[in-house]
Structure formats: structure tokens, C-alpha cells
């Protein structure tokens, strides 16, 4: 199912508060953040050997990437809120 489709009640949400290109990049960051929930989950029972108390290295990997994507589109919301 397309992602319109699958989330369309959000999208017609946060778009009608925001506007279309901050409203998708919102619903997009939140879809990030639900993501970095199950990943850091998923985390707590894959430590690592080698770093006890830390999860696996993959996860880490993960982890730092959806950090790096919500920090990007959280600073292109605040770019497009001042250019409006």
C-alpha cells in the first residue's frame, strides 16, 4: 500500500497545520522516531560481546543513520518555516 494511502489521515493533519512540504517531512519524522523506538528496543536484547552494556554494532549503525536523517529533516522544517 502506498505510503499516501497507508497514511492519509496524518498527512491531511499535519499538512493542513503546516502546509504540504512541512507536513509530509513531519509525518516522515515520525515515522523515523517509530522506527528508532523499535531499533533501540530491539537493542536492549542484542548487546554486545565485546562492549557489554551496548547494543550490537549493527544496531548502533542503525541507530546513528535514523539519528543523521531525523537531524536533517528537522533542520529543513525549521529552513522552510523561515522562509515562509
Same mark, same amino acid.
Given at each position: 500500500?502506498?505510503?499516501?494511502? +497507508? @497514511?492519509?489521515?496524518?498527512? +491531511?493533519?499535519?499538512?493542513? !497545520?503546516?502546509? $504540504?512540504? &512541512?507536513? &509530509?517531512? /513531519?509525518? /516522515? ?5 517509530? /522506527?528508532?523506538? !523499535? $531499533? ?9 560481546? &565485546?562492549?557489554?552494556?551496548?547494543? $550490537? !554494532? ?10 543523521? /536523517?531525523? +537531524?536533517?529533516?528537522?533542520? $529543513?522544517?525549521?529552513?522552510?518555516? @523561515?522562509?515562509?
Amino acid at each position: 500500500m502506498p505510503i499516501f494511502d +497507508e @497514511k492519509q489521515e496524518e498527512l +491531511e493533519h499535519y499538512e493542513t !497545520m503546516m502546509g $504540504v512540504p &512541512r507536513g &509530509r517531512l /513531519a509525518v /516522515a519524522l515520525d515515522s523515523i522516531t517509530d /522506527a528508532m523506538a !523499535m $531499533v533501540g528496543q530491539h537493542g536492549v536484547y542484542c548487546q554486545s560481546q &565485546r562492549w557489554p552494556g551496548k547494543p $550490537v !554494532m549493527d544496531i548502533q549503525i542503525i541507530m546513528k543513520s535514523l539519528s543523521d /536523517a531525523k +537531524e536533517l529533516i528537522q533542520n $529543513v522544517m525549521g529552513e522552510l518555516k @523561515k522562509a515562509k
